[in-house]
Nanobody
Framework: QVQLVESGGGLVQAGGSLRLSCVASGRTFSAHAMGWFRQAPGKEREFVAA????????FYTPSVKDRFTISRDNAKNTVSLQMNSLKPEDTAVYYC???????????WGQGTQVTVSS
Protein backbone atom coordinates (compact mmCIF):
# COMPACT_ATOMS: atom_id res chain seq x y z
CA GLN A 1 0.00 0.00 0.00
CA VAL A 2 1.32 3.43 -0.96
CA GLN A 3 -0.06 6.75 0.20
CA LEU A 4 0.60 9.89 -1.82
CA VAL A 5 0.05 13.42 -0.59
CA GLU A 6 0.43 16.39 -2.93
CA SER A 7 1.00 20.00 -2.01
CA GLY A 8 1.94 23.27 -3.65
CA GLY A 9 -1.00 24.10 -5.87
CA GLY A 10 -2.55 27.54 -6.02
CA LEU A 11 -3.46 30.54 -8.13
CA VAL A 12 -0.81 32.21 -10.25
CA GLN A 13 -0.77 34.67 -13.12
CA ALA A 14 0.28 33.61 -16.59
CA GLY A 15 4.05 33.52 -16.86
CA GLY A 16 4.43 32.69 -13.20
CA SER A 17 5.78 29.61 -11.46
CA LEU A 18 4.60 26.99 -9.00
CA ARG A 19 6.27 23.98 -7.45
CA LEU A 20 4.25 20.86 -6.66
CA SER A 21 5.49 18.23 -4.25
CA CYS A 22 4.31 14.71 -3.53
CA VAL A 23 5.37 12.70 -0.51
CA ALA A 24 4.99 8.95 -0.74
CA SER A 25 4.69 6.69 2.26
CA GLY A 26 4.17 3.03 2.88
CA ARG A 27 5.60 0.30 5.04
CA THR A 28 8.33 -0.47 2.51
CA PHE A 29 8.34 2.09 -0.24
CA SER A 30 9.67 1.21 -3.67
CA ALA A 31 8.80 2.33 -7.16
CA HIS A 32 9.60 1.83 -10.80
CA ALA A 33 8.52 5.40 -11.56
CA MET A 34 6.54 8.33 -10.24
CA GLY A 35 4.45 10.57 -12.39
CA TRP A 36 2.33 13.68 -12.57
CA PHE A 37 -0.97 13.79 -14.39
CA ARG A 38 -3.58 16.54 -14.70
CA GLN A 39 -7.26 16.87 -15.41
CA ALA A 40 -8.86 20.07 -16.60
CA PRO A 41 -12.61 20.69 -16.30
CA GLY A 42 -14.51 18.74 -18.92
CA LYS A 43 -11.40 16.94 -20.13
CA GLU A 44 -9.86 13.55 -19.59
CA ARG A 45 -6.90 13.09 -17.29
CA GLU A 46 -3.62 13.43 -19.19
CA PHE A 47 0.00 12.54 -18.59
CA VAL A 48 2.29 15.45 -17.72
CA ALA A 49 5.66 14.06 -16.63
CA ALA A 50 7.32 11.01 -15.10
CA UNK A 51 10.62 10.02 -13.60
CA UNK A 52 12.16 6.59 -13.19
CA UNK A 53 12.92 6.12 -9.55
CA UNK A 54 16.31 4.42 -9.83
CA UNK A 55 17.86 6.12 -12.86
CA UNK A 56 16.19 9.53 -12.74
CA UNK A 57 15.31 9.35 -16.43
CA UNK A 58 12.53 11.83 -17.16
CA PHE A 59 9.65 11.97 -19.61
CA TYR A 60 7.39 14.89 -20.52
CA THR A 61 4.35 15.54 -22.60
CA PRO A 62 5.37 17.93 -25.42
CA SER A 63 3.23 20.83 -24.22
CA VAL A 64 5.21 21.18 -20.98
CA LYS A 65 8.69 20.23 -22.11
CA ASP A 66 11.17 23.08 -21.49
CA ARG A 67 8.74 24.67 -19.01
CA PHE A 68 8.24 21.94 -16.38
CA THR A 69 10.90 19.94 -14.56
CA ILE A 70 10.23 16.74 -12.63
CA SER A 71 12.68 15.65 -9.95
CA ARG A 72 12.86 13.18 -7.10
CA ASP A 73 14.48 12.82 -3.71
CA ASN A 74 14.87 9.11 -3.09
CA ALA A 75 15.85 9.57 0.54
CA LYS A 76 12.64 11.50 1.30
CA ASN A 77 10.38 9.51 -1.08
CA THR A 78 9.39 12.79 -2.68
CA VAL A 79 8.73 13.76 -6.26
CA SER A 80 8.40 17.38 -7.33
CA LEU A 81 7.21 19.25 -10.38
CA GLN A 82 8.66 22.70 -10.98
CA MET A 83 6.34 24.57 -13.32
CA ASN A 84 7.61 27.73 -15.01
CA SER A 85 6.14 30.01 -17.66
CA LEU A 86 2.67 28.83 -16.72
CA LYS A 87 -0.17 29.32 -19.18
CA PRO A 88 -3.93 29.45 -18.62
CA GLU A 89 -4.20 26.10 -20.40
CA ASP A 90 -2.13 24.56 -17.61
CA THR A 91 -5.09 25.08 -15.27
CA ALA A 92 -6.13 21.70 -13.90
CA VAL A 93 -6.12 19.43 -10.90
CA TYR A 94 -2.68 17.85 -10.74
CA TYR A 95 -2.27 14.30 -9.46
CA CYS A 96 0.80 12.46 -8.29
CA UNK A 97 0.89 8.76 -9.18
CA UNK A 98 2.99 5.72 -8.35
CA UNK A 99 4.09 3.04 -10.81
CA UNK A 100 5.37 -0.12 -9.19
CA UNK A 101 6.01 -2.42 -12.12
CA UNK A 102 6.55 -0.29 -15.20
CA UNK A 103 3.06 -1.03 -16.53
CA UNK A 104 0.39 0.77 -14.56
CA UNK A 105 0.05 3.65 -12.15
CA UNK A 106 -1.70 1.93 -9.30
CA UNK A 107 -1.72 4.56 -6.58
CA TRP A 108 -2.86 8.15 -6.84
CA GLY A 109 -2.85 11.21 -4.64
CA GLN A 110 -5.89 13.29 -3.89
CA GLY A 111 -4.91 16.03 -6.33
CA THR A 112 -3.98 19.67 -5.98
CA GLN A 113 -5.59 22.53 -7.89
CA VAL A 114 -3.46 24.73 -10.14
CA THR A 115 -5.16 27.80 -11.58
CA VAL A 116 -3.39 30.11 -14.03
CA SER A 117 -5.08 33.43 -14.70
CA SER A 118 -4.58 35.35 -17.92
Amino acid sequence: QVQLVESGGGLVQAGGSLRLSCVASGRTFSAHAMGWFRQAPGKEREFVAAIRWSSGTTFYTPSVKDRFTISRDNAKNTVSLQMNSLKPEDTAVYYCAHNQDGRNYGYWGQGTQVTVSS
